[in-house]
């Protein structure tokens, strides 16, 4: 018995300190904050010391204890383990020195030591890993549990980290809410996933948006591009997002009743046969004449404006928009903007009153293809209540372009570097616009740029060369000669143009448009353009000019 506190201390000058803060708090050894590696065997023995000389047992005991705990003890339980070890340090630290003197060489180390470490590092503070690799499973989960500190702050990152993603989609937004709501209005975007925002602030996302959960999308049948005006509770601590828990309308009605609205896919699609008059009664604005009398727009049509660049694509575009706004108070507007220069953006806002919806060209191609996005599924929801709508795309050609580079690719790349995956959201885009017989249409014109060097482009405009029903071309060379508007007159039109003109009208617009032909056969398309406007000036309206055209004689050619 008076040899054995000498092994003990011989071995223990062999351990590290952690190893000698664990064994102290298992035999219960009083040790202070910062002792020294000394203290702490000092400690030890004089409490393996005192319980050998009143127990007394043999080191069967001790070893028998030390191989239950070894073998009996599973592996990668760490719950079990704990448990074991609170059982085993309940009793008299009288036992405790027979676990004192086991030699640590062994393969596998008692993890009834990992639990000690735990506490000791509570006890301490921060202190440091341990610093003695073991290559065998029972040293790493020994790490695992005493970084199980560690491990619970990185879970809890990724927890938040997936809240702020809405992996789990906020489980806890429907739950009930005692305090004061809030009122708001928005848009409905909706994602993949069935859950969605409401854009507070247009058509991008801001701080000011609010959750809606995917059981109040399905409950109020909720679809992308609704108007929807409710309620919302404010966010928790760990919610990025206040959530909406009252809905109080769905475009303008009574969520019951809007749940009864038809699917604009399964509305019936129609030619275009009543007009949107452009010429207004100012004299000077040359271009809406020109069109309704060459290329006219009817309710419903899908049509494409095809410019070279520095054209005046973007003017003609604004009067129009202008136009339409002036002579259609029933139309509902909507000017969307893609990879367009800021001052452009401003300069359409100050000139339309309708909704102008802009993602210039310093923003990534994601919210490009988001804002068009929520546009179109905003005008199909106005359709299905019978709204005539009208978009203004500027333009379909960056667009696709934004398609190409946010949208995955699918392997099969087209010439010039187009992947024919990146066409396909475009073209139902643009294939959106229709008259609907059973009420309501939807009209988009959207610019499609040629000649601009780009293969890329010029693949882009032939997959659209034949999906539109109305052609207004324009001229880079009578732009160049400044003449504006710079339309092309012979390759302007629009298809079954009789269902939009006057049959008295219609025999006028025949003479002219042979007069115009003869003169572009002859390779003269600035002077007919020059004939045209000359006649538009001496006139005072589009009437009057094919008035004056019946009164004179026929053309020849």
């Known amino acids: 018995m008076s040899t054995q506190p000498t092994v003990n201390r011989e071995s223990l000058q062999g351990k590290t300190r952690e190893d000698l803060v664990a064994m102290a708090t298992a035999v219960g050894a009083a040790i202070p904050a ?14 393996a010391g005192g319980g050998s000389a009143t127990s007394a047992p043999s080191a069967k005991p001790s070893r028998a204890v030390r191989s239950r705990r070894t073998v009996a003890t599973p ?14 340090a309940a009793p008299a630290p009288a036992k405790a020195p027979a676990t004192v003197p086991t030699p640590v060489e062994q393969s596998t180390p008692a993890p009834s030591a990992a639990p000690a470490t735990e506490e000791s590092r509570d006890e301490r503070g921060n202190s440091e890993r341990p610093s003695r690799p073991t290559p065998t499973n029972g040293g790493r989960q020994n790490r695992d549990f005493a970084n199980d500190s560690n491990g619970r702050k990185s879970r ?27 009122e708001v209005e928005g848009l409905l975007d909706l994602r993949d996933d069935g859950y969605g925002f409401l854009r507070a602030r247009g058509y991008h996302a801001s701080p000011s948006d609010v959750y809606v959960s995917i059981n109040t999308v399905r409950r109020f049948n909720l679809r992308k591009g609704d108007s929807v005006k409710g309620a919302f509770r404010p966010a928790a ?21 809007a749940k009864m609205r038809p699917r604009f896919e399964d509305l019936t699609p129609l030619f275009p046969d009543e007009k949107l008059r452009l010429e207004s009664d100012t004299k000077s604005e040359l271009t809406p004449r020109i069109v309704d009398l060459l290329a006219p727009i009817g309710k419903g049509q899908r049509g494409l404006i095809v410019s070279p660049p520095k054209a005046g694509k973007t003017t003609i575009m604004k009067q129009i928009a202008q136009s339409i706004e002036a002579n259609n108070p029933e139309v509902h507007l909507i000017v969307l903007l893609v990879d367009e220069r800021p001052e452009e953006v401003t300069d359409m806002r100050r000139s339309v009153s309708g909704e102008v919806v802009a993602s210039t060209f310093d923003r990534p191609a994601e919210e490009h293809t988001h804002a068009a996005e929520l546009v179109i599924e905003r005008a199909k929801r106005l359709v299905e209540q019978g709204r005539d709508v009208v978009i203004i795309l500027d333009g379909i050609t960056r667009l696709a372009r934004a398609y190409n580079l946010a949208a995955p690719a699918t392997g099969r790349i087209m010439s010039g570097g187009v992947d024919s995956g990146a066409l396909y959201p475009p073209k139902k885009f643009f294939g959106a616009a229709r008259n609907i017989e059973e009420g309501g249409s939807l009209t988009i014109l959207a610019s499609a740029l040629v000649e601009t060097g780009s293969k890329m482009d010029e693949v882009i405009f032939e997959e659209f060369k034949g999906t539109g029903n109305m052609e207004l071309k324009l001229d880079r060379r009578l732009a160049e000669r400044r003449l504006f508007p710079a339309i092309d007159v012979n390759a302007s039109s629009t298809r079954h143009e009789e269902l939009l003109f006057a049959r008295e009208a219609l025999p006028q617009v025949w003479r002219l448009r042979r007069v115009l032909n003869g003169l572009s056969n002859e390779g003269r398309e600035a002077a007919g353009l020059e004939l045209l406007i000359d006649k538009l000036k001496s006139t005072r309206s589009n009437d009057e000019f094919l008035a004056e055209i019946a009164r004179g004689p026929a053309p020849t050619s």
Not at 158 to 179: C, H, K, M, T
Request: no cysteine; glycine share 4%.
């Open 237 to 257: 601590s760990n919610e990025k997002y206040p959530a909406l828990l009252r809905v109080d309308t769905v475009a303008g009605f009574d969520p019951e009743i």
């Open 75 to 88: 592996p990668d339980d760490f719950d079990s383990l704990i448990e074991e070890f609170a059982a085993e």
């Open 34 to 47: 910062r002792a020294t590696k000394a203290a702490l065997i000092d400690s030890i023995s004089a409490v």
């Open 156 to 182: 809890n990152r990724r927890n938040r980290n997936g809240r702020e993603r809405f992996a789990e989609a906020l489980p806890n937004a429907d739950q009930p809410y005692s305090g004061d709501l809030i």
